[in-house]
């Protein structure tokens, strides 16, 4: 059992409202902080695509004493299936639910986004302020606080400032040098939209291979709807570029790349223009030494994006908030320390779960030829009748975070 140490109240303002941002917010109030929590969207942004928790997220998860809410939220996912371009499967890994070990391509925790955003939500709307549709477009700071410059023409000044406000963060590019680029690309982009489920639609996620580094993967996560990724690799300017394209030419240019790729693809680009959502991305991470200045800190994928790949995104940034939170309840007089602890304690975690995206490893899975496909199609097979994922995943002793260990941190009642 942990000591209780008190430490004075800090006034606490968090920049985005998602997963890394809720996670801040759950911790520093019971730390005894005043938490403002600023989103930019006019709601709550409980959308987005199917997430997954692995090794220390799940274990910062339950350290929330919110587990059994993600149980019952979580999507029913059994497998990956490496399917041909008739849809029937060459090779199945199955989820590793044994309980120890490592988890494979799925996880035994996969959630959609929107739902853990808002059991997130649900465990700290009483306890800390939300306002929506707001956003950080600048700030000043000097020793004893930070005045954040709202978009609506307001200004506040609070004790602390978190940019948890992801990828793209406006923080982060106040704190870092002009010219400096945070991001790592691995050369890969990808698209995902919902579709209407279809009778064929199991919970087995499909996986599809198409000549020329493409790929496109199928998931179900409830009765009425199917999820569709388009990945593909690919360097050019035009790719790079056709994320900040209007929505419009997004999907012109995915319908463009995949439209000769067999299997589902006519379903799957009909889909496109009566999706809920539609989201195209550059799979990329965010690396850069400095997380903090002053009385300005980044959190989450403003800090440390490790990209959907390394399978550690979204546990990375409860990680993350854990730490961050933890090292400010426990240095709220010292904020340099804390700080500097959070950089110090966290950096060896961050580096090996963005270890885990490793260009020449994801280049394997997204074969250039049909020859390229059927060799790792076959070799997969023979692995799986042999159950070597099963066996590597459940006699494994660690996940994709390695062997860090998530820190304890004492009971905080602020005076």
């Known amino acids: 059992m942990t000591d209780k140490i008190t430490r004075r109240s800090l006034r606490v303002l968090v920049a985005g409202g998602g997963v890394a941002g809720q996670a801040l917010a759950f911790w520093l109030t019971r730390g005894g902080h005043r938490v403002t929590v600023v989103e930019r969207f006019p709601a709550l942004r409980a959308s987005g695509a199917q997430v997954d928790l692995r090794g220390q997220g799940i274990e910062a998860v339950q350290r929330m004493e919110l587990l059994e809410a993600v149980r019952g939220r979580l999507v029913d996912e059994a497998g990956v299936a490496f399917v041909d371009s008739h849809g029937k499967p060459k090779a199945t890994i199955m989820a590793n639910t044994s309980g120890r070990g490592r988890q494979t391509l799925t996880s035994e925790y996969e959630i959609m986004r929107g739902d853990l955003v808002r059991i997130l939500n649900d465990a700290t709307k009483d306890d800390a302020e939300y306002v929506f549709g707001k956003s950080v477009d600048g700030f000043d700071q000097d020793e004893h606080r930070v005045t954040a410059h709202f978009s609506d023409g307001t200004s506040g000044a609070y004790d602390l400032l978190i940019g948890a406000d992801g990828q793209g963060s406006r923080i982060r590019r106040a704190l870092l040098p002009d010219g400096f680029d945070p991001y790592w690309r691995v050369g890969m982009h990808m698209a995902y939209w919902f579709v209407p489920r279809i009778a064929s639609d199991t919970n087995i996620r499909d996986t599809y291979m198409v000549p020329g580094g493409r790929q496109i993967m199928r998931r179900s996560h409830n009765a009425t709807e199917t999820q569709v990724y388009f990945v593909m690799r690919e360097e050019s300017a035009e790719a790079s570029a056709i994320h900040r394209a209007p929505v419009e030419q997004q999907q012109k240019f995915w319908a463009d790349r995949f439209h000769d790729a067999g299997w589902q693809t006519e379903r799957f680009i009909q889909g496109m223009k009566d999706s809920p959502f539609f989201y195209s991305q550059e799979i990329a991470q965010v690396r850069t030494d400095r997380w903090s200045m002053g009385r300005v800190v980044l959190a989450g994928d403003a800090a440390h994006c490790a990209s959907p790949y390394s399978g550690m995104g979204i546990s ?100």
């Open 316 to 415: 990375g940034g409860l990680v993350g908030a854990h730490v961050l939170a933890g090292e400010i309840n426990g240095h709220a007089d010292d904020l340099p320390t804390a700080l500097a602890n959070y950089d110090r304690v966290l950096r060896p975690f961050v580096d090996k779960i963005q270890a885990e995206a490793n260009p020449r490893i994801l280049r394997l899975g997204m074969p250039m030829s049909k020859r390229a496909i059927s060799a790792f199609q076959n070799a997969t097979a023979l692995a799986c009748f042999f159950r070597v994922p099963d066996l590597v995943a459940r006699f494994s002793k660690e996940d994709r975070g390695g062997d860090w260990k998530l820190p304890a941190y004492a009971d905080v009642h602020a005076a």
